[in-house]
């Protein structure tokens, strides 16, 4: 249906394609940034690992729906909204998130510690009763 359309449209399809991996390189910029100030550095492989498993068990079960039940490609509507559905559950699962990220600031003397901090933050801290931010 593209081809038919003519270069035109062929070509705002490749302009949209080049624009969306712009977009993919921001987020992957922007995610790697959040993973390494929210998980301490002691944890970050084994966060990793698991989150590289879950998203390769996941594109294998895609892959499995998509052949047990969109096979046909005259399905192809049904698996753009179920793609659709999905990419808009995670905009509110990321919504929820972002409502309940909160960063404070304070600062406390070394016999009032009653709290960890990870190690990364433990070397930002310059001394005992400095301020300090908690994410």
């Not at 969109?70 to 905009?91: E, R």
């Amino acid at each position: 249906l593209l081809f038919e359309a003519g270069p035109v449209a062929m070509s705002c399809f490749c302009v949209a394609v080049v624009l969306s991996r712009a977009g993919l390189y921001a987020f992957d910029v922007g995610y790697m940034e959040l993973q390494q100030i929210l998980v301490d550095e002691r944890d970050r492989g084994a966060c990793q690992g698991v989150e590289s498993s879950l998203c390769n068990g996941l594109e294998l079960a895609l892959a499995g729906v998509t052949l047990v039940f969109y096979a046909n490609p005259a399905d192809f509507g049904g698996l753009a909204a179920l793609s659709a559905a999905f990419v808009l559950a995670a905009v509110v699962v990321y919504g929820l998130w972002l409502g309940l990220y909160h960063v404070h600031q304070h600062e406390h003397g070394a016999s009032d510690h009653v709290h960890e901090h990870t190690s990364q933050l433990e070397k930002n801290i310059p001394e005992p009763g400095s301020p300090h931010v908690h994410v």
